[in-house]
């Protein structure tokens, strides 16, 4: 439906945005490119909209090169990060606007307005004007307002951001249900890798211009491709170690774990999500290499858990303990990593589980 | 001893306060009191009341022809004005030109120059050559030429405070150049076109220097200049008819700010974040 190739944007002064980046978006699918501010996820979205040109590379939207049409032009309708309602047209007037611009006769437009915003429960605020209303109601007039267009693509450039904590949960669960029953593509920019797990179809995590890592939420948090990715994903940060492979062993953080024999000798990074680690006040029966120990130097409240960091050396290891079993501070503790759910990479590349 | 020392504080603050408003009002109280006596001179004083002044200015052919003709010029100059300082600003804004600061710099330091008394004899010059003297077109044209560099940096201020996800919205639905300007940015920037018509009409309501150069015919002379013929044979001003056609010709002027100031307020996007 969207394909991307080779596609460059090189901005004055020698900034490449986006860097010879291939990429193929399915109909219908809800897609994430997610990665930390400057990474080039926006310039990327901004690309597919055509308002910002590409230095090299092609856009296709529906199989037809639209790399040279203007915006208006590519059948995109694109919804801001500030919204961008016009704040001097009501909500009516808005909603309308893209219709306007098509020519659809007044009362025609008016009345598909109207079906819109019945749609997303807007009916009683159609005469307001967006400073009239909340950031949750504004957020859905511009939504209104891009799917009264009936376009091919929706573009969100970061969806939720602008939204408090709490509305941000009720809107992510509204346009995950809006865009499966509207059935049409959708990209959306976020640097809140919560928000891509949870809407996204696919995910493709972008660091300098390039993408990192493609796939679905569940293969990009399981199996992060890079160390950077292992770090970007997951609410709590990955323990990152490094370690030495020797003889079928792994030395790490004064642990000696058990290894897949095919991982051959040599320095790695060993990863861990704290989740997929037990905490435990004794050391494990079966020897006491096969854990880590060390003293506990911070718990944080998670609400239903704990996440317990432990000094191991020059190391800090972080494990999530269950509510009510958090260790007492300096109290020493083990943490057990879950078999299989620990990753090695080398020369920052995935390797294995482990 | 404090009390006192205040006490003595506020009363030299009051009366340097009223020594500054005395000076400000006086000439306005003369403005609204001469007119209507029968022997004014040149102090504010209780009138004996009369309307005979107004009779007699109406009585001199050129006055309301000259109010006319102040209309006609201001009003042509403010329209050519606000548009053209509205294109320029809104492209200035959003283009990026290099040196456009300090093209805007020296255009704005230049305008007092342009159309002061410095560059009279060369605008003069030029004016005859293009067959401009005695022309309202002649001095619409000069007299925007100046107004136009400040216009534009007052504009631009305004442009830059509009966020551009505006237009770049409605250029994703499709809306031309044309049609972002006329939906989208000027009822946005309506306050500040409305300051500069009020601006620009005030300014070439009292600009004196240019028509008074560019205009021979005293039926196509403004205002202003109207004011500066109502003078005696013997030389001496004719303070009933001057303070008349004071008022008359300060009124518009007032009665449009106020319309103005009323319907969009004055407001200045600039340093202050409302």
Same mark, same amino acid.
């Given at each position: 439906?969207?394909?991307?190739?080779?596609?460059?944007?090189?901005?004055?002064?020698?900034?490449?945005?986006?860097?010879?980046?291939?990429?193929?978006?399915?109909?219908?699918?809800?897609?994430?490119?997610?990665?930390?501010?400057?990474?080039?996820?926006?310039?990327?979205?901004?690309?597919?909209?055509?308002?910002?040109?590409?230095?090299?590379?092609?856009?296709?939207?529906?199989?037809?090169?639209?790399?040279?049409?203007?915006?208006?032009?590519?059948?995109?309708?694109?919804?801001?990060?500030?919204?961008?309602?016009?704040?001097?047209?009501?909500?009516?007037?808005?909603?309308?606007?893209?219709?306007?611009?098509?020519?659809?006769?007044?009362?025609?437009?008016?009345?598909?307005?109207?079906?819109?915003?019945?749609?997303?429960?807007?009916?009683?605020?159609?005469?307001?004007?967006?400073?009239?209303?909340?950031?949750?109601?504004?957020?859905?007039?511009?939504?209104?307002?891009?799917?009264?267009?009936?376009?091919?693509?929706?573009?969100?450039?970061?969806?939720?951001?602008?939204?408090?904590?709490?509305?941000?949960?009720?809107?992510?669960?509204?346009?995950?249900?809006?865009?499966?029953?509207?059935?049409?593509?959708?990209?959306?920019?976020?640097?809140?890798?919560?928000?891509?797990?949870?809407?996204?179809?696919?995910?493709?995590?972008?660091?300098?211009?390039?993408?990192?890592?493609?796939?679905?939420?569940?293969?990009?948090?399981?199996?992060?491709?890079?160390?950077?990715?292992?770090?970007?994903?997951?609410?709590?940060?990955?323990?990152?170690?490094?370690?030495?492979?020797?003889?079928?062993?792994?030395?790490?953080?004064?642990?000696?774990?058990?290894?897949?024999?095919?991982?051959?000798?040599?320095?790695?990074?060993?990863?861990?999500?704290?989740?997929?680690?037990?905490?435990?006040?004794?050391?494990?029966?079966?020897?006491?290499?096969?854990?880590?120990?060390?003293?506990?130097?911070?718990?944080?409240?998670?609400?239903?858990?704990?996440?317990?960091?432990?000094?191991?050396?020059?190391?800090?290891?972080?494990?999530?303990?269950?509510?009510?079993?958090?260790?007492?501070?300096?109290?020493?503790?083990?943490?057990?990593?879950?078999?299989?759910?620990?990753?090695?990479?080398?020369?920052?590349?995935?390797?294995?589980?482990? | 001893?404090?009390?006192?020392?205040?006490?003595?504080?506020?009363?030299?603050?009051?009366?340097?306060?009223?020594?500054?408003?005395?000076?400000?009002?006086?000439?306005?109280?003369?403005?609204?009191?001469?007119?209507?006596?029968?022997?004014?001179?040149?102090?504010?004083?209780?009138?004996?009341?009369?309307?005979?002044?107004?009779?007699?200015?109406?009585?001199?052919? =050129? #006055? $309301?022809?000259? !109010?006319?003709?102040? /209309?006609?010029?201001? @009003? &042509?100059?403010?329209? %050519?004005?606000?548009?053209?300082?509205?294109?320029?600003?809104?492209?200035?804004?959003?283009?990026?030109?290099?040196?456009?600061?300090?093209?805007? =710099? #020296? $255009?704005?330091? !230049?305008?007092?120059? /342009?159309?002061?008394? @410095? &560059?009279?004899?060369? %605008?003069?010059?030029?004016?005859?050559?293009?067959?401009?003297?005695?022309?309202?077109?002649?001095?619409?044209?000069?007299?925007?030429?100046?107004?136009?560099?400040?216009?534009?940096?007052?504009?631009?201020?305004?442009?830059? @405070?509009?966020?551009?996800?505006?237009?770049?919205?409605?250029?994703?639905?499709?809306?031309?150049?044309?049609?972002?300007?006329?939906?989208?940015?000027?009822?946005?920037?309506?306050?500040?076109?409305?300051?500069?018509?009020?601006?620009?009409?005030?300014?070439?309501?009292?600009?004196?220097?240019?028509?008074?150069?560019?205009?021979?015919?005293?039926?196509?002379?403004?205002?202003?200049?109207?004011?500066?013929?109502?003078?005696?044979?013997?030389?001496?001003?004719?303070?009933?008819?001057?303070?008349?056609?004071?008022?008359?010709?300060?009124?518009?002027?007032?009665?449009?700010?106020?319309?103005?100031?009323?319907?969009?307020?004055?407001?200045?996007?600039?340093?202050?974040?409302?």
């Amino acid at each position: 439906m969207i394909s991307l190739r080779g596609l460059t944007k090189e901005f004055p002064g020698g900034v490449r945005a986006v860097d010879a980046l291939d990429l193929d978006i399915g109909d219908g699918e809800f897609f994430a490119l997610l990665g930390p501010s400057g990474c080039g996820k926006t310039t990327l979205l901004r690309t597919i909209a055509g308002l910002e040109t590409p230095t090299s590379g092609t856009v296709a939207i529906g199989g037809a090169d639209v790399t040279r049409l203007p915006p208006g032009r590519r059948d995109v309708a694109m919804v801001f990060q500030d919204y961008a309602l016009f704040p001097h047209m009501d909500v009516t007037a808005n909603i309308a606007y893209p219709l306007r611009i098509r020519k659809v006769p007044r009362a025609r437009r008016e009345e598909k307005a109207a079906e819109t915003a019945a749609r997303l429960s807007l009916t009683e605020l159609l005469a307001r004007r967006p400073g009239q209303l909340s950031g949750g109601q504004q957020q859905r007039v511009a939504l209104a307002r891009a799917i009264a267009c009936h376009p091919k693509v929706f573009l969100f450039d970061e969806p939720l951001s602008n939204l408090d904590a709490r509305l941000r949960l009720e809107a992510r669960t509204f346009l995950k249900r809006l865009q499966r029953e509207l059935a049409v593509t959708t990209v959306f920019v976020t640097h809140d890798q919560g928000e891509a797990l949870a809407l996204a179809d696919r995910i493709a995590v972008m660091s300098a211009g390039r993408i990192t890592q493609l796939g679905t939420p569940a293969e990009v948090f399981r199996r992060p491709a890079t160390t950077f990715v292992a770090g970007f994903i997951g609410s709590t940060p990955m323990n990152l170690l490094p370690g030495t492979a020797e003889g079928g062993r792994l030395h790490v953080a004064g642990a000696v774990l058990p290894l897949p024999s095919e991982v051959p000798d040599g320095p790695v990074v060993y990863g861990l999500r704290p989740e997929y680690a037990d905490l435990s006040p004794s050391p494990p029966p079966f020897g006491d290499g096969d854990a880590f120990s060390g003293k506990v130097a911070v718990v944080e409240n998670l609400g239903t858990a704990h996440l317990v960091t432990l000094e191991c050396g020059d190391h800090l290891v972080q494990a999530v303990a269950p509510e009510g079993e958090e260790p007492a501070l300096g109290a020493l503790a083990w943490v057990v990593p879950r078999p299989g759910r620990a990753l090695i990479y080398r020369d920052d590349a995935l390797l294995t589980a482990a | 001893m404090t009390d006192a020392r205040r006490a003595v504080g506020v009363i030299m603050r009051a009366t340097f306060l009223a020594a500054v408003l005395g000076f400000f009002s006086l000439p306005l109280l003369w403005l609204a009191s001469a007119p209507f006596d029968a022997h004014p001179t040149i102090t504010a004083s209780v009138p004996s009341l009369t309307l005979a002044n107004f009779r007699s200015l109406l009585d001199n052919p =050129y #006055v $309301l022809s000259s !109010l006319r003709n102040s /209309v006609i010029q201001a @009003a &042509a100059s403010a329209a %050519l004005v606000v548009v053209l300082a509205a294109l320029a600003a809104y492209a200035l804004s959003r283009v990026r030109v290099p040196g456009r600061d300090a093209l805007l =710099y #020296v $255009l704005l330091l !230049l305008s007092s120059v /342009v159309t002061g008394t @410095a &560059a009279m004899v060369p %605008l003069f010059e030029l004016a005859t050559r293009l067959n401009l003297i005695d022309t309202h077109l002649g001095v619409v044209l000069t007299l925007s030429g100046g107004l136009l560099p400040a216009a534009i940096f007052i504009l631009k201020d305004f442009m830059d @405070a509009t966020p551009t996800s505006y237009e770049e919205s409605a250029r994703v639905f499709g809306a031309s150049p044309l049609q972002i300007l006329g939906h989208i940015v000027i009822p946005l920037v309506r306050p500040g076109l409305a300051t500069i018509a009020v601006w620009a009409v005030a300014n070439v309501w009292g600009s004196f220097l240019q028509p008074f150069i560019l205009l021979r015919d005293p039926d196509k002379a403004p205002g202003s200049v109207i004011l500066y013929t109502l003078y005696t044979e013997g030389g001496s001003p004719r303070l009933d008819l001057i303070s008349t056609f004071s008022l008359l010709y300060s009124l518009p002027v007032v009665v449009m700010y106020v319309f103005v100031s009323r319907r969009y307020g004055f407001r200045f996007h600039g340093g202050i974040k409302r």
